[in-house]
Every structure is written in structure tokens, then in C-alpha cells.
């Protein structure tokens, strides 16, 4: 375990540090209820902060703190051989049904005294001994110092000078002896602990019976270190002895030096020492948020700027030839793709242009021609050129069914090249050319049966036929028979502009 | 060796941390061009891929426009054979009339000139009832093959009361013609 660098003792009257080779004492002032007034903190932090330079310590320096007995309860508990967690979760229980104010309110902290030892009955248990203070004490020694950018651990003064003397692990007494007050810790072989502040030895002569009655009172102790004001020690032996051994272990003056820093210092360079550390419960921990999270922070922050900033010119370094072999694989096939389908179009194109609406034709010469025409001959080509001979009945019957041709708007051009009457003068022979209009005129004009037309004059078309076809296929029979056929134009199924007969 | 003094060593470390900034700043010149080169040279090629993005965007509806005539005129020119064509669509045209109730007639086959678009002409007869002559009109834009109608002439069969004369002048085109276009436009 890395030793700290560090280590304090907060009493009542005063505040120690100690340094490797440099110390310093404050004096502090209380309010009350114990706690360090808001002068003193301000008076303290600049001198913290000034011996941290000063020793030079970095910021943040771990320190050993012990603080003194006052408000301390310190009990043994006898608890079935656990470690860890488990014994962590242990001693809290213990602590919530044996201490007068929860674990969340007190700063606590544990250790084991000796092996377990296995009992009577079979079961193994262990001896903890255990150390509580009211949470706001420690909480306030803690702030203090993290101000000055010390991260302290807290043990109690009396189990850290316990260490100056040459006792077994699982007991010792010591006795912290100053003209303002005294400090007794027992803790026991036998399972039992205490830790008493006593009033000091000023007036000497009934003080000195007090700390006697009280140190015969703890029981048989195995020996007493004292530490602290020597005068009266010669005295407290011979009115100890001979059930008490005392031994009285000398402080060296200098500043920061106390029986409690130097404790903590021997116990920092034991190794494998047990320490008692006051714990604060985490919910009670205070709020910060450490520099070494905003760092972190701030690193990931940098990054993430940074490869924002990048990562245009990562793209482009990276992406640059595989798009290339992209762009250029897909202009080959661009131009596959223009010349293929640019073909195809446009040849059929051409072929839905270049066919002539005979259909349509015929649709329109059938709503055209008036009743008892009689075609010989109906000529179509493809440049839009009609031909039909025939005969009507009358003259009228020629010129109505010119007018209506014309009327359809289906024909640019309507001529009736030649009307001859018969010589008996029932019929007049035509013979009549039209043209077309232009193929892009009549696909706009969308001819055709009518939708309401298709049960019947969707073979209208097949009117004008039957003309032709003589006495045997009149136009109904023609009709008729034409039932069955495929219908007509269909998907152009609207009226003629002209209109129907 | 003589050991430098205070003045030389000040000296010394002043050029070096001149030089030191030169090359920095140098170096950061000339990477700073390359990625800029580099920088521009990918964007050129995003536009080039977005121009032709919309260079090909016309063709889906192009190419939608053909599939639709493929499938009114039932007819794929990539599978037209120019050695065929015209044997295949004359048989086409005879099945079609003979189903449509036909009875078919002569058929003359003319091959017309080379640098026209047509390949060759048909000249069909026959003579049937008019709703047979109307249903073979509707199916010949079926066929499958590129068959123009030129010319047609409905008359009377005389032998046949009822029935009517059909002579239709028909155009096969020539697709190879089209590919040649292409090929001289290209």
C-alpha cells in the first residue's frame, strides 16, 4: 500500500499536520455545537494551502486523518466469521440494531481483531471492532481539507497512537494525557472496547483520583501507554501499579508532531497494519464532479471535434478511388443504357406513329354514311389517302354524308369527285377521296365508340363494310354477326368531335 | 571539443525553434494543399456521380415508356432477327387471319430499298365476313413483329354474297436501321 504523504490530527483545540520532513499546527475555534466556525475555515484554508506548497505536496494529496475521541462510540462486536462484503453488510446490521443512530447518519468504519476462533457449538465467529461518529463531524474535517485539495481518510486518534506501542493486535489501552483533557482507549483481549474523554489533570489532586478510578474500572489491562503531558505520569504509576503497567512513550516537540501523527505514520510504514477508516455513507458523500471527469470529459469532447473537423478530408481520402471506379463503371453503363433504351424508344415510337388509323376510319365513315349507301369499293393507305366508290339514293344523301365526313374533323379534305344519277334515277353514283389529317392531329382527337355505345356501335366500323357486302349482309345482319368479333377501337372510346348520327 | 557558451547555446536554440516553426509550417503548408487537392478532386467526383444521377434520371421513365409499347405491340426488337423477320411475321399474319375466320388468299412478298427503314412488303389477300376483316385490323398491331399497315382496299367478293375482299399492302421495318443510326450518331 502506498503510504500516504500526509498526515493530520484534528483535536479540539487544534489542527496538526505532518510531512515527511515539515509540519505545522493551527489552532482552531468552534461554534457550539462542535463544528469549525466559518472564520476559521477562512482562516485555516490559505495555511493548508500554503504548507501543501510549502512541503511540496501536488494538489490532491491523500492524507491520514485522526481525529479525537469526543462524540466517538467504539464497540467490539462478536460476528460469524465473514470477510469482505459480507462482513461489511454484517457490521452495518449490527450497527442499525446496536447504535443509536443509523448507519446513513454516521461515519463508521471496522476491523477485525484476531482470527475467528471457532465456539462451542461448533460455529466460527470473529471479533470486529467497531468505530461511529455522527457523519457531520467527518463531513466537516472533509470539506475543509478537499478545499485545500487534501482527499483525506479518517481513523480515530487513539487507535492510531496505539501503534507507537508494542502491543498484540487484538488489544491495547492508551492514554492521552493534557492539562485540558484526557483520552482513554481499552480495547480488550477479552472482547471489550471503550473510549472515554475525561476532564484534564488541572486541579491535579482530584482529577488524578478520577482517571485512576476510571482506568481500575476498564478491568485487568494488560498495559497502558501514555502519551502527553509526562509531569504527572511518575504519580498515575504508582497509583496504577501494581495491576497496571504503564509505560509512558516520549513525543519529540516540533510542529505537527503528535502522538497521533507520529501513530499514523508508524502504522503508514507497517506493512500489512490494519487501519480503522471512518467511512461516509456514499448518499452522503458530497456532490462534485472530480477535475480528473472533467479532463476525461473534455479529451472525449476534443475528439469528437476533432474528428468532426477530419472527417471530410478521411472521406475524401479514403472514398476518393472507390467512387472513381464507381463513377466510371457506371458511365459505361449509362451509355449502354442511353443507347439501348433511346433505340427501342424511338423504333417503337415509330411504329405506334407510322400505323394508320383504319379502324377509326372505318368508325367514322359508318357514322357518316347515310341509310342505303351501297360501297363497291373503299381504298385506305397509309399517307392518309381515302378512295371510296359507291351510290347513294338522292343527291342530298351525298351532300350529307360530305358534310358530316367534314364535320367529324377526322379528314382534312373531303372531294366528291364524281356524282352520277343513274338513268332511271334511283340512285347516284359517287366516287369520293378524302384525306387524313395528320396522325399526331387524329391520335389527339381520340375517335371511337362511345363507352355507352360498346354493346352495339362498337362494330359500327363494320357498317361501312357491310355496304359493300351487298343484299346478302344488310347492316343489322352485319351487326349481328359481328358480335362476336373483337370490338372495335375500344381504348379510344369517345365520341367524335362531329358527333353521331 | 570546446564547450559552448551561454550566448552560443541561446543562439543555437533559437535557430533550432525557428527552423522547427519553418518546417512546421511548411509541412502543414504543402498537407494542407494535398488534402485540399485531394478534398476538391472527391468533390468533382460527387458531382460528376450526382450529374450523372441526373443525367440517367430521364430514363426510368424512358425506359417504363418502352416497356409499354414492348406490351401493347406485344413486340421486343432486341429479339428481332433481321434473316427472319419477315418470314416469321408472314406466317404470323396468315395464323392471325386464318383465326380471325380469313380465308386467306395470295400473298406477295416484295423486298424494298436498302437505305429505307423497311425491310420488306407484304401483299395479302383474302376475303371473309366483316367482323373478321375488323378482328384481323386489331390483331395485326399484335403480331409481335414491326408490321405497318400501307395500304388497304376493301371490295365486295362478288363469288360470296355477305362476304367482303381484303387486299392489304403491309410494311415490315427494319430495326437494323435504327442500330445503324446509333452507331453514327455515337
Same mark, same amino acid.
Not at chain 1, 161 to 189: H, K, Y
Not at chain 1, 192 to 215: C, H, N, Q, W, Y
Not at chain 1, 304 to 328: C, D, G, Q, R, W
Not at chain 1, 356 to 385: F, K
Given at each position: 500500500? *502506498? ?30 455545537? /462542535? ?48 470477510? /469482505? ?44 471492532? +467497531? ?36 502491543? !498484540? ?9 493534557? !492539562? ?6 481499552? #480495547? ?11 476532564? @484534564? ?11 485512576? *478510578? ?48 507520529? /501513530? ?47 472527417? !471530410? ?23 449502354? +443504357? ?12 415509330? +411504329? ?45 344523301? #351525298? ?23 343513274? !338513268? ?37 366500323? @363494320? ?12 347492316? *343489322?345482319?352485319?351487326?349481328? @354477326? ?16 362531329? /358527333?353521331?348520327? | ?10 543562439? %543555437?536554440?533559437?535557430?533550432? %525553434? ?114 373478321? %376483316? ?37 410494311? %415490315? ?14
Amino acid at each position: 500500500m *502506498k503510504s500516504p504523504p500526509l498526515y493530520c490530527e484534528f483535536s479540539r483545540t487544534s489542527l496538526k499536520l505532518l510531512a515527511d520532513h515539515t509540519g505545522a499546527e493551527f489552532s482552531l475555534d468552534r461554534e457550539a455545537d /462542535g463544528r469549525l466556525t466559518p472564520a476559521c475555515r477562512e482562516r485555516l484554508l490559505p495555511g493548508l494551502r500554503q504548507f501543501l506548497h510549502t512541503a511540496g505536496l501536488p494538489a490532491k494529496s491523500a492524507a491520514w486523518c485522526a481525529i479525537d475521541g469526543r462524540g466517538v462510540a467504539l464497540r467490539c462486536l462478536r460476528l460469524p466469521a465473514v470477510s /469482505g462484503e459480507a462482513l461489511a453488510r454484517v457490521v452495518r446490521l449490527q450497527i442499525e440494531s446496536e447504535f443509536p443512530l443509523p448507519p446513513e447518519a454516521l461515519a463508521w468504519g471496522f476491523r477485525s481483531l484476531g482470527e475467528p476462533q471457532r465456539q462451542p457449538d461448533g460455529s466460527t465467529q470473529q471479533t470486529v471492532l +467497531v468505530a461511529a461518529v455522527k457523519k457531520e463531524v467527518v463531513e466537516d474535517y472533509a470539506s475543509l481539507l478537499a478545499a485545500a485539495g487534501i482527499a483525506p481518510a479518517f481513523t480515530l486518534a487513539a487507535l492510531a497512537r496505539a501503534a507507537l506501542g508494542n502491543q !498484540p493486535p487484538d488489544g491495547c489501552a492508551t492514554l492521552e494525557l493534557s !492539562p485540558a483533557e484526557c483520552e482513554l482507549a481499552v #480495547v480488550g483481549p477479552q472482547g471489550t472496547a471503550s473510549l472515554r474523554v475525561l476532564p @484534564g489533570l488541572e486541579p491535579a489532586g482530584t482529577a488524578m483520583d478520577f482517571l485512576v *478510578k476510571v482506568i481500575r474500572s476498564q478491568g485487568l489491562l494488560p498495559k497502558l501507554y501514555v502519551f502527553g503531558d509526562h509531569r504527572a505520569g511518575p504519580e498515575l504509576a504508582r497509583q496504577l501499579a501494581p495491576e497496571v503497567a504503564c509505560e509512558f512513550i516520549p513525543i519529540n516537540p516540533g510542529p505537527g508532531r503528535s502522538s497521533a501523527t507520529l /501513530g499514523l505514520r508508524e502504522l503508514a510504514a507497517r506493512p500489512g497494519s490494519q487501519r480503522l477508516t471512518l467511512g461516509v455513507p456514499i448518499a452522503a458523500a458530497p456532490k462534485t464532479l472530480a477535475p480528473p471527469a472533467l479532463m476525461e470529459w473534455g479529451l472525449r469532447a476534443a475528439l469528437l471535434l476533432l474528428a468532426v473537423l477530419l472527417f !471530410p478530408v478521411l472521406e475524401a481520402l479514403i472514398m476518393t478511388a472507390p467512387l472513381a471506379a464507381k463513377v466510371n463503371t457506371f458511365q459505361d453503363r449509362a451509355r449502354q +443504357v442511353e443507347t439501348t433504351v433511346d433505340r427501342d424508344l424511338d423504333f417503337l415510337q415509330y +411504329v405506334k406513329q407510322s400505323q394508320p388509323p383504319c379502324l377509326e376510319s372505318l368508325y367514322v365513315i359508318s357514322q357518316a354514311a347515310p341509310s342505303g349507301i351501297h360501297l363497291d369499293s373503299l381504298t385506305m393507305n397509309r399517307r392518309g389517302e381515302v378512295a371510296l366508290r359507291g351510290s347513294l339514293r338522292t343527291g342530298d344523301q #351525298v351532300a350529307e354524308f360530305r358534310s358530316k365526313l367534314m364535320a367529324s374533323s377526322f379528314f382534312a379534305s373531303v372531294t366528291v369527285e364524281e356524282q352520277t344519277p343513274t !338513268p332511271d334515277h334511283q340512285k347516284v353514283n359517287i366516287r369520293l377521296t378524302a384525306q387524313w389529317k395528320a396522325l399526331s392531329v387524329l391520335q389527339s382527337l381520340a375517335v371511337g365508340p362511345a363507352v355507352k355505345e360498346s354493346g352495339d356501335a362498337t362494330n359500327r366500323p @363494320g357498317e361501312a363494310a357491310s355496304a359493300m357486302a351487298g343484299p346478302g349482309a344488310s347492316a *343489322k345482319p352485319a351487326l349481328g @354477326g359481328a358480335a362476336t368479333a373483337p370490338p372495335g377501337p375500344q381504348t379510344n372510346a369517345v365520341k367524335p368531335p362531329g /358527333g353521331t348520327n | 571539443m570546446r564547450a559552448l557558451s551561454a550566448q552560443e547555446k541561446r543562439t %543555437i536554440r533559437y535557430a533550432s %525553434i525557428g527552423i522547427g516553426i519553418y518546417l512546421v509550417l511548411f509541412g502543414g503548408y504543402a498537407m494542407g494543399g494535398a488534402l485540399h487537392r485531394r478534398t476538391a478532386a472527391y468533390q468533382q467526383l460527387l458531382t460528376a456521380a450526382a450529374d450523372l444521377k441526373q443525367q440517367l434520371k430521364p430514363y426510368d421513365d424512358r425506359g417504363l415508356m418502352a416497356e409499354k409499347l414492348m406490351k401493347q405491340f406485344q413486340l421486343d426488337p432486341a429479339k428481332l432477327s433481321r434473316a427472319t423477320v419477315v418470314g416469321e411475321a408472314s406466317a404470323q399474319l396468315q395464323k392471325a387471319a386464318a383465326s380471325s375466320g380469313i380465308q386467306v388468299g395470295p400473298i406477295r412478298e416484295s423486298t424494298t430499298k436498302a437505305s429505307a427503314r423497311e425491310l420488306a412488303t407484304l401483299q395479302f389477300e383474302g376475303s371473309g365476313p366483316i367482323a373478321a %376483316i375488323l378482328g384481323l385490323f386489331q390483331r395485326l398491331q399484335t403480331l409481335g413483329y414491326p408490321v405497318i399497315v400501307d395500304a388497304v382496299q376493301i371490295t365486295p367478293d362478288p363469288m360470296r354474297p355477305g362476304q367482303i375482299k381484303l387486299n392489304l399492302t403491309l410494311v %415490315i421495318l427494319d430495326f437494323d436501321q435504327w442500330k445503324k443510326e446509333d452507331k453514327s450518331h455515337a
